[in-house]
């Protein structure tokens, strides 16, 4: 195969992804999502006995949560919303005269009350919060969700429409940094039993503008956020696979997350990129899933 065939390109010849004419919006193969289906069994392997409450919301979140969640103040260059038609027929009529001479026909779209979820756990805190108190010993909770951000790229591991499978946990300082310690071992254990070899190392968000330098730099000074690398697209710029955030009470504190007797709880997220762990194998181990080493497909399909 030619040297100069990106690794997208050989993803589209193959098949496994599907070109849509959007950069970071794409199809998938059936086999491009066996091996999501195979990889997402190996996370519940590990994470099963934990006993975490599963529960799965749409690709939309309650804009009203949303507006709270303070997403709009760190990260506007990414978010998505959802918008539609609200006029009456004469609206109607002048929207298709603007689509017929080609004029911009989605300034009179109006909000609605969807956005699209930016990290899976986004709905989670809210919903958690109507239930009342926490319980002493925690809450621990699975979650996937196909989540949008506004980053086209011709990265195929940087998608504007992308699953993220997530476990959250809410408790005392230490019961979730606890949890997040122990799916970073984890972590790597599942990541060498696929034959991937990774690095850990302390990572930051990109807050926008000029204050958000400061929030980034807090949040890795302080070791808030750790990202599981794998080489695939750049071997010298390996890919975030998974991400390993304590948000201390912050979350807590915004959405009323309160114990018994009024003291707010910490949480933490762990967050797998499955598209990008699917990519990684593709890209280690060939894009034939016929051809992988007799351990990888052991370790995902017995
Ligand atoms: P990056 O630094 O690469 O932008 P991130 O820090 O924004 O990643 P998180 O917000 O921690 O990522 O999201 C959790 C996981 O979701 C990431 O570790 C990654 O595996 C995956 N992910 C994030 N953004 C994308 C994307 N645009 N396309 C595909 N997967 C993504
Ligand atoms: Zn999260
Ligand atoms: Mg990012």
Redesign the pocket.
């Known amino acids: 195969m030619d040297m100069q065939t990106s690794f997208l390109d050989r993803l589209f010849e193959s098949g496994l992804l599907i070109d849509t004419g959007v950069d970071?919006l794409y199809g998938r193969s059936g086999q491009f999502e066996d091996v999501i289906s195979a990889f997402e069994r190996l996370i519940d392997k590990f994470g099963g006995a934990d006993g975490a409450e599963a529960i799965r919301f749409p690709p939309g979140m309650n804009r009203a949560f949303f507006e709270k969640s303070g997403y709009m103040k760190s990260f506007p260059q990414l978010a998505g919303t959802v918008h539609s038609f609200c006029g009456n027929e004469l609206d109607h009529m002048s929207l298709l005269k603007c689509m017929e001479v080609g004029e911009d026909w989605t300034k009179d779209q109006e909000a609605t009350d969807i956005v699209l979820t930016p990290?899976a756990c986004y709905p989670l805190y809210p919903t958690v919060a109507k239930r009342g108190h926490l319980p002493e010993s925690g809450a621990l909770f699975d979650l996937q969700s196909y989540?949008f951000?506004h980053?086209p790229?011709k990265d195929p591991?940087?998608?504007?429409l992308?699953r993220?499978r997530?476990y959250v946990c809410m408790g005392t300082d230490k019961h979730v940094t606890d949890f997040r310690q122990s799916w970073m071992d984890r972590g790597i254990e599942m990541m060498k039993a696929v034959g991937l070899e990774v690095t850990i190392d302390v990572?930051n968000?990109?807050f926008f503008g000029r204050a958000g330098k400061m929030l980034a730099n807090n949040q890795r000074d302080q070791n808030l956020?750790f990202?599981?690398l794998i080489p695939i697209t750049s071997p010298a710029n390996p890919?975030?696979?998974?991400?390993f955030?304590y948000h201390q009470d912050a979350f807590g504190a915004k959405w009323g997350l309160n114990f018994e007797d009024g003291s707010v709880a910490h949480t933490a997220c762990v967050?797998?990129?499955l598209?990008?762990?699917a990519l990684a194998l593709f890209h280690h181990h060939g894009l034939d899933t016929k051809e992988w080493p007799e351990s990888v497909r052991r370790a995902l399909w017995g």
Do not use: H, V
């Open positions: 970071g990290a989540c951000r980053e790229s591991t940087r998608q504007q992308f993220m997530e990572a968000d990109p956020k990202e599981l890919t975030a696979c998974m991400s955030n967050g797998f990129g598209e990008r762990i």
